[in-house]
Every structure is written in structure tokens, then in C-alpha cells.
């Protein structure tokens, strides 16, 4: 089966028909159970990583995201078991590559500067800077601008942690408590949650058309690059170029809005 296609298939369990006690055997059946999601995160994540980065450590960490989801999930918060454990696989996987350090400091340091020199285009131009304008203010060639993208493309995997630090009050379980569960919010939060929303709803409306296509196919309709490769007529690398400056320029606004809050 395809990696598009196995979290689409799964079947989750309902609230419901949680445990009442998550014993040995109850734990076994949701490891069965929620182990092709697993792997299907895990594949996805793997495809923007270099090559050497293990796709089997990338599973072995989300296991123990899951294992830790279904300890400590709580199903009388009415929050869907699947998202949670997402949430949780994602974020093991996540610290596994940060513990890694995998990401070379020259290409920190390019990423970096891919992301000032968008930043200020971005102020002048009051739009997103388009590829051959962001080419042209570094000094390079579209080729050498597009292998950029290449190489910086895993820096935002990361990003996420970066932007949850602007919230240092916050523990991980009250964000995503608080990202879930709208009765949770008490009204200051409700505010900067809701102010934050209209900020990435009004960048990802600002995005071009083709990077607008491509994110709700990505992380809506959760196609990998190579379908959306072939739904748009472009070449697998070329759409995961495209992803790196949608998510650049998504990245700067969230950012600037951090700064400034």
C-alpha cells in the first residue's frame, strides 16, 4: 500500500470504545492498531530529511510517541485519540532529530539568510517574493537558487519548536489542550489563539497560487509529493522545492508576528 494511502485507510478508534484500563493487553491491541500511522508519519517525514537520516529511527522514536499517547491520553477531554497521538509520534520523532544534531551549521547558516533576504523582500515588495526575485537578490542562478531549497528544506521540520518557545508559559500538554479544546481557553488565550489563526489563514491566503494548491494538498488532502507532482505537472523535486518557499514565507509572517506580540 502507498505511504498516501495507509493513514487515509485506517480505521480509528472511537471514544467510545476506549479502555477503561489500559492494560498490558489493551496497550498491545492500540500499538497493533495505530502502528501503519506510524510508519505512514514517519515515511512522510523521511522525505524531507537527507538520506541518511534512518527511516527505522524515525519509527522507533514514534513508537515511543505512541506508547506515551496512549498512557497519558485522557478521553473525558473529548479530544479525537488519532490527533493526539499525532501529535505525540510527531514530536518524538522531532526530539530524535534534534538529539541528532543532523543539520550542519553551513546549512543553518544558509537557511538563515534565506530567510532575511525573503524577510526583507518580502517588506519591499509587500507580497511573496517570487523565485527568480529571491535568485536574483542572492547573486544565483535559478539552478543554484532551487538546490538551496534543497538543502535547507529540513530546517523546517524544526521550526514548529522554535515558534511553541515564543510561548514559554506554556507547557507542551496545555498548548495542545488549548490548540484542541476551545472550552479550555480562558479569554486572554482565546484572543492571541484567535489573533494567531487570522495571521496564518491571511498568509496562506497570500501565497501564490501553485504553493496555495500545494499546501492544501499536502496537509489536507496528506497526498505525498509525488502525487501532487503529478496532479500539478511537475517533477517530485520541484514540488518540494516550492514546499520550502511556501513554508519560508509562512515561517516569516509567524515569526514577525511572535516578534511583535
Same mark, same amino acid.
Given at each position: 500500500?502507498?505511504?498516501?494511502?495507509?493513514?487515509?485507510? /485506517?480505521?480509528?478508534?472511537?471514544?467510545?470504545?476506549?479502555?477503561? !484500563?489500559?492494560?498490558?493487553?489493551s496497550?498491545?491491541?492500540?500499538?497493533?492498531?495505530?502502528?501503519? #500511522?506510524?510508519?505512514?508519519?514517519?515515511?512522510?517525514?523521511?522525505?524531507?530529511?537527507?538520506?541518511?537520516?534512518? /527511516?527505522?529511527?524515525?519509527?522507533? @522514536?514514534?513508537?515511543?510517541?505512541?506508547?506515551?499517547?496512549?498512557?497519558?491520553?485522557?478521553?473525558?477531554?473529548?479530544?479525537?485519540?488519532? %490527533?493526539?497521538a499525532?501529535?505525540?509520534?510527531?514530536?518524538?520523532?522531532?526530539?530524535?532529530?534534534?538529539?541528532?544534531?543532523?543539520?550542519?551549521? @553551513?546549512?543553518?547558516? !544558509?537557511?538563515?539568510?534565506?530567510e532575511?533576504?525573503?524577510t526583507? /523582500?518580502?517588506?519591499?515588495?509587500?507580497r511573496?517574493a517570487?523565485?527568480?526575485?529571491?535568485?536574483q537578490?542572492?547573486?544565483? $542562478?535559478?539552478?543554484?537558487?532551487?538546490?538551496?531549497?534543497?538543502?535547507?528544506?529540513?530546517?523546517?521540520?524544526?521550526?514548529?519548536? %522554535?515558534?511553541?518557545?515564543?510561548?514559554?508559559?506554556?507547557?507542551?500538554?496545555?498548548?495542545?489542550?488549548i /490548540?484542541?479544546?476551545?472550552s479550555?481557553?480562558?479569554?486572554?488565550?482565546?484572543?492571541?489563539?484567535?489573533?494567531?489563526?487570522?495571521?496564518?489563514?491571511?498568509? #496562506?491566503?497570500?501565497?501564490?497560487d501553485?504553493?496555495?494548491?500545494?499546501?492544501?494538498?499536502?496537509?489536507?488532502?496528506?497526498? $505525498?509529493?509525488?502525487e501532487?507532482?503529478?496532479?500539478?505537472?511537475? %517533477?517530485?523535486?520541484?514540488?518540494?522545492?516550492?514546499?520550502t518557499?511556501?513554508?519560508?514565507h509562512?515561517?516569516t509572517?509567524? %515569526?514577525?508576528?511572535?516578534?511583535?506580540?
Amino acid at each position: 500500500m502507498k505511504v498516501g494511502n495507509v493513514e487515509r485507510n /485506517l480505521n480509528h478508534i472511537q471514544l467510545q470504545d476506549w479502555p477503561d !484500563k489500559i492494560d498490558s493487553a489493551s496497550q498491545e491491541r492500540l500499538v497493533l492498531h495505530y502502528a501503519p #500511522l506510524i510508519k505512514y508519519i514517519a515515511s512522510r517525514l523521511a522525505m524531507r530529511l537527507p538520506p541518511h537520516i534512518s /527511516l527505522d529511527d524515525l519509527i522507533s @522514536s514514534g513508537m515511543i510517541g505512541l506508547l506515551d499517547a496512549i498512557k497519558k491520553f485522557d478521553p473525558r477531554k473529548n479530544i479525537n485519540f488519532k %490527533t493526539y497521538a499525532e501529535f505525540r509520534i510527531k514530536g518524538a520523532m522531532l526530539d530524535e532529530l534534534r538529539s541528532l544534531d543532523w543539520i550542519p551549521r @553551513s546549512i543553518r547558516k !544558509k537557511s538563515s539568510q534565506l530567510e532575511k533576504v525573503y524577510t526583507r /523582500l518580502q517588506k519591499e515588495l509587500g507580497r511573496p517574493a517570487e523565485p527568480e526575485e529571491m535568485a536574483q537578490s542572492l547573486g544565483l $542562478t535559478m539552478e543554484e537558487y532551487f538546490h538551496l531549497l534543497d538543502e535547507t528544506k529540513g530546517i523546517s521540520l524544526l521550526d514548529v519548536d %522554535t515558534l511553541r518557545r515564543s510561548l514559554p508559559e506554556l507547557a507542551e500538554e496545555d498548548l495542545f489542550e488549548i /490548540l484542541q479544546d476551545e472550552s479550555s481557553r480562558d479569554p486572554f488565550i482565546s484572543v492571541h489563539f484567535a489573533e494567531l489563526r487570522q495571521i496564518l489563514m491571511e498568509a #496562506l491566503d497570500g501565497l501564490p497560487d501553485k504553493e496555495k494548491l500545494l499546501i492544501s494538498l499536502y496537509y489536507y488532502e496528506e497526498l $505525498t509529493m509525488k502525487e501532487i507532482g503529478e496532479i500539478m505537472g511537475y %517533477t517530485e523535486s520541484r514540488i518540494s522545492q516550492m514546499h520550502t518557499q511556501a513554508i519560508l514565507h509562512l515561517f516569516t509572517n509567524l %515569526t514577525e508576528y511572535f516578534q511583535n506580540s
